[in-house]
């Protein structure tokens, strides 16, 4: 946690009051999200529903081992109920309940460090922020949003009576606990409604939400229904009012349910439920498998990225229920990392309910169910990209992600590589939106490898001096500028039967595209200029490892290139930032033999000849992105050429 905890305002020992300060991003977020969630007022809702059945969740776990904490009562239920007069919301359940210490931690600070993290990012413009806040679950005190006081009273389940604690606040940077009498475990929270919030305290109203908002929840959620008896003429009669407890939800869990059963809203609703997401999924695949590993699954594509997501530590992973029964949240177990941002529940019975985290690094079936769900994600996705829309909207937000995948886990290279997206000179924007299956389809004749360029920035890509006979021929190039790209390309050696190549790596290898004559004349050229090539290399010396006349440049005058098995320089540069000491390379330079720089090199002598040889090498290094070791000396060379 973030901040220093509360201090303490008051102390009555009779019952133990104390008054205590709010976290500050507490304060934050009460303050962020009365003003911000105005006209989503009812997802509070949810959010106080969603803890109940947490709260059921985890009773149900803990009475594995000690059936004693039901203290007799295992039916697990949420009570929901509402006066008018008084104005006021009840939500009670049978669940795990908090002591002393649970409440002050849990209904004090922030439980999510995601949240807190990412308060601390909040400009201040509130404009902005508002529309921020709706990207991650806001919990417990969205009550405040309808309520100007909130009262919790609850008892940890296996408690004495006696250890019952309540909590009030008016939600403005202070909150008061003492301790009570409670007869039940579990918690009720009474929401005090503001004047203008009054609409919440109606029946009709509240059975819609929870329809809305909790179907899919597995523990019932009750509301009472009074039925008066009539006598014969239809009147009702005085005080025979009987009220009963009515199921308003469906109360059978989501991903059980045969998926005809299951409505594209609850599904949605589903998943703001395990996601703790504002907004909705973009995709989802629901499966039920029998055979020899039994599991059902039921996996999302979240809309946008949580706050955490390059965070190592960062929440990942599913939902993990065996028979049901909820064992623990984030269980990361069951997705590579590259699929980090896929969330969801697994339920299976191939664990045992007594499982750990520990445990599941050393169960044979955790690994099984990985490759499993693994194969399920990538499935998904490959479904999605059937909507180019919606899979821009994931491959601009997940891309960078599903690009760690090639290197992660080579079993599933190819798939993987199918659905990656990239920039490319056939439009020669930085959009990535061409797949290898449409760059495959547009090879050229004679063409035999997948072209890329990588480089620091989009920019820097797409006028790479490497491209220009590429260009002159027609041949599309991937242009790669994302950090991770050099390394990816590492990991993808090839698609659908191509090879890759690097366009600034090794020789040219145009495939058949170039006809017999045009080789033929190159090696006419080559030879013609061999002079030449023998006197820049000798004024170069160490500087590069060879210098060779090309046919790869139309427009500049040289060009660097690195040997075919060389790391690349955006690696080079990422390697060296992290403090990586990495060998000196030493490029080949290329010549354009073409251009009239090279012909005013070929006449020059003397100092002029060794001060325009520099200054192609320095050149085509700045082109590519790199930097000089001595600029200085760059820049006087070229003056001297200039003003000469
Ligand atoms: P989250 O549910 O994402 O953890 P919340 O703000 O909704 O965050 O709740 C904070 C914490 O308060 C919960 O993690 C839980 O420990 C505790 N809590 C909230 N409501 C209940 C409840 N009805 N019963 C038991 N504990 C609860
Ligand atoms: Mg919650």
Partial sequence: MTTAPHEKTADNSANHEETLGFQTEVKQLLNLMIHSLYSNREIFLRELISNAADACDKLRYAALD???????????????????????????????????????????TIARSGTAEFLKQLS??????????GQFGVGFYSGFIVADEITVRTRKAGTEVSEGVEWRSKGEGEFTVSDIEQAQHGTEITLHL??????????????????????????????????????DEGNSIAGSEVTTWETVNEATALWSRPKSDVSEDEYKAFYKHVAHDFSDPLTWSHNKVEGKLEYTSLLYVPGRAPFDMFERDGARGVKLYVQRVFIMDDAEQFLPLYLRFIKGVLDTRELSLNVSREL????????????????????????????????????????SVLKEGPGEDPSNREKIAGLLRFASTHTDTSAQEHSLADYVERMKEGQRKIYYVVADSFNAAKNSPHLEIFRKKGIEVLLLSDRIDDWL?????????????????????????????????QEETAK???????????????????????????????????????????????????GQPLPEVKPILELNPDHALVARLEGAEGDLFTQLSYILLDQAIIAEGGH?????????????????
């Fill in 489 to 521: 390309m590492s990991h993808l050696t090839e698609y659908d039967g191509k090879t890759f190549a690097d366009v600034a790596k090794g020789e040219l290898d145009l495939g058949d595209v170039e006809d017999a004559d045009e080789k033929k004349a």
């Fill in 124 to 133: 201040g413009e509130q404009q902005k922020d508002a529309k921020l806040i």
């Fill in 528 to 578: 013609a200029k061999e002079d030449l090539v023998k006197r820049v290399k000798e004024a170069l010396g160490d500087c590069v490892q060879d210098v060779k006349v090309t046919h790869r440049l139309t427009d500049s005058p040289a060009c660097v290139v690195l040997p075919e098995h060389e790391m690349g320089y955006q690696m080079r540069r990422i390697m060296e930032a992290a």
């Fill in 194 to 231: 503001k004047e203008d919030a009054k609409e919440f305290a109606d029946d009709y109203r509240l059975q819609g939400l929870v329809r809305k908002y909790s179907d899919h929840i597995e523990v019932p959620v009750r509301m009472p229904k009074t039925e008066t008896a009539t006598d």
């Fill in 628 to 644: 000089l070791d001595d600029p200085a000396a760059y820049v006087k060379r070229l003056n001297s050429v200039l003003t000469a």
């Fill in 66 to 108: 000690n059936d004693a904490l039901y203290e007799g009562d295992s039916e697990l239920r949420i009570e929901i109920e509402h006066n008018r007069e008084a104005n006021t919301i009840t939500l009670r359940d049978n669940g795990i309940g908090m002591n002393r210490a649970d409440v002050i931690a849990n209904l004090g």
């Fill in 360 to 399: 599941l690094q050393q169960d044979p079936n955790v690994d099984k169910i990985k490759a499993a769900l693994t194969k399920r994600g990538l499935d998904m996705l490959k479904k999605l990209t059937k909507d180019k829309e919606q899979y821009q909207t994931f491959w601009k937000t997940f891309g």
